[in-house]
């Protein structure tokens, strides 16, 4: 699967945007009161049992929290060599956690002050390692 450069914004735990309400007559109608409750209730249910890391597809926001799964396919296959993985926070990341690997690893930092808003560099002590990672 291809670097993902933008996050997507959909999937499991995320909620639906609203829709453009008008008022008639200087009211809500009943239809738009309805889904104003519907999305509240929503919201509530979210905030208090519903919070998500999503389905940890590659590319997509973590659920219901300001960070994207990343897959990274193979590392490079020289232990402990500098690799770059493309994101699509929009932000320098504060960090990343290991979700999956299918072989022993260590994941590590890399050029940290490098990091960029869509960069960051890792380093990894074991060759050809296949990872998902949630960066935020």
């Not at 738009?32 to 590319?59: Q, W």
């Not at 990274?72 to 932000?91: C, D, K, S």
Request: hydrophobic residues 40%; glycine residues 10%; aromatic residues 6%.
């Amino acid at each position: 699967m291809p670097p993902q450069l933008t996050r997507l914004d959909t999937g499991v735990g995320m909620l639906g945007d609203v829709p453009d309400l008008t008022l008639q007559h200087g009211q809500l109608t009943e239809e738009a009161a309805l889904l104003l409750t519907s999305r509240l209730r929503e919201l509530i249910r979210k905030t208090n049992r519903d919070i998500s890391l999503g389905g940890g597809v590659n590319g997509y926001r973590a659920g219901n929290l300001d960070a994207q799964f990343i897959d990274i396919n193979t590392t490079p296959a020289v232990a402990n060599t500098e690799f770059v993985v493309i994101h699509g926070l929009q932000r320098v990341p504060v960090g990343y956690l290991i979700v999956r690997a299918d072989k022993a690893c260590n994941v590590y930092d890399s050029s940290a002050g490098s990091w960029t808003e869509s960069l960051l560099y890792l380093k990894c002590d074991t060759a050809g390692v296949t990872i998902k990672i949630v960066l935020f």
